[in-house]
């Protein structure tokens, strides 16, 4: 292993307490992550609490149960609790983008701040950074660093840490499912997670109201650069109408990757409060077959992630950011290139 990964691990295995944060919108391999790492630090008798900024995702709720009424806290909170925190630990992102109001305070505790993330799109965030791009999934660099330390990896922390994995390869079918990763899965299917049951709370749980979204996201399926780009978008009215939430939105986008001959899919996203305070951002979700490197075109935009999957979110009118976001997109499709230049 590397360097960073011992330092992370005595880092945190002389820790007394730890503060354990993940990107915005947060997914199911950051929070799986998370859990996993606060149900282990626990048995091991480490204090150990989740931070996320808004929500949780209706699907990923089942993860926090077991941890009980103090199953994780909000941002707000972070000023004193991170003065608490002998290490705060950032799970699934290096980006100073995707970590919203935390991005600057992270600054003046970079000394005891590590960050475990698998993206390519990385800024200079903590004291160690282990960054490693050919991990599938943060859940699988999770489950190495509870080896090394030494603590248990069963019941709820299995789960967490499955969920974390399959949710960032597609249920184990995406480019990034590797024999390392499969290898993971197999130790967490020993440790008693049932693959079946889990597939079921996670995609055969939803609400009537997500199916009457996707159906308004299909309806604005717009194809370009001769069949191989799909474009779609839902807008604010959208949410209202269908009383879809905004956590409902989770791989939406992997729809149109259904359709013969697509590359390259992108799905834009109003904020579904015309009152909240970033009303006027736009998040928009990046995918790929095998051309076009997306995490290049989401960095030309603010954004980043990995080659087949990234994002960005950014000001403006969803009209004019898809115009733009197109011809983009197309540019690249023509020329197959990426945008490192």
Not at 35 to 49: D, E, P
Request: net charge negative.
């Amino acid at each position: 292993m590397s360097n960073e990964f011992r330092q992370i691990v005595e880092r945190i295995r002389s820790a007394g307490s730890l503060l354990l944060l993940t990107h915005v919108h947060p997914d199911g391999d950051g929070l799986g992550s998370m859990v996993a790492l606060t149900h282990a630090a626990r048995a091991a008798g480490v204090s150990a609490l989740p931070m996320i900024e808004e929500w949780v995702p209706w699907r990923y709720k089942f993860l926090f149960e077991p941890l009980g009424e103090d199953a994780w806290s909000f941002t707000p909170a972070f000023d004193t609790l991170s003065r608490q925190a002998d290490q705060i630990v950032v799970l699934d992102t290096s980006s100073r983008s995707q970590l919203g109001q935390l991005a600057e305070k992270l600054d003046t505790l970079r000394y005891k701040t590590v960050v475990i993330d698998h993206h390519s799109s990385a800024d200079d965030l903590g004291a160690v950074c282990w960054l490693d791009t050919s991990a599938a999934a943060v859940g699988v660099m999770t489950l190495e660093l509870l080896e090394a330390l030494a603590w248990p990896i069963d019941g709820p922390i299995a789960e967490a840490l499955a969920t974390a994995i399959v949710s960032d390869t597609g249920w184990l079918r995406f480019s990034n499912t590797s024999p390392r990763c499969l290898r993971a899965v197999a130790k967490l299917i020993e440790a008693g997670v049932a693959m079946d049951e889990l597939y079921r709370r996670i995609y055969q749980n939803d609400r009537p109201e997500r199916l009457r979204l996707l159906a308004r996201m299909l309806e604005s399926l717009e194809l370009h650069a001769t069949g191989r780009l799909a474009v779609m978008a839902i807008r604010r009215g959208d949410f209202a109408e269908t009383g879809a939430r905004a956590d409902e939105t989770e791989s939406l986008v992997n729809e149109a990757m259904r359709l013969a001959g697509v590359e390259m899919v992108i799905l834009l996203t109003e904020a579904p409060d015309p009152t909240a305070p970033d009303a006027e951002q736009i998040r928009v979700s990046l995918r790929s077959r095998r051309e076009v490197d997306v995490a290049k075109l989401a960095e030309a935009f603010g954004g980043g992630g990995h080659a087949r999957a990234a994002g960005l979110r950014v000001t403006g009118r969803l009209d004019d950011i898809q115009t733009r976001l197109i011809a983009a997109a197309t540019d690249a499709l023509e020329k197959n290139r990426d945008f490192s230049d």
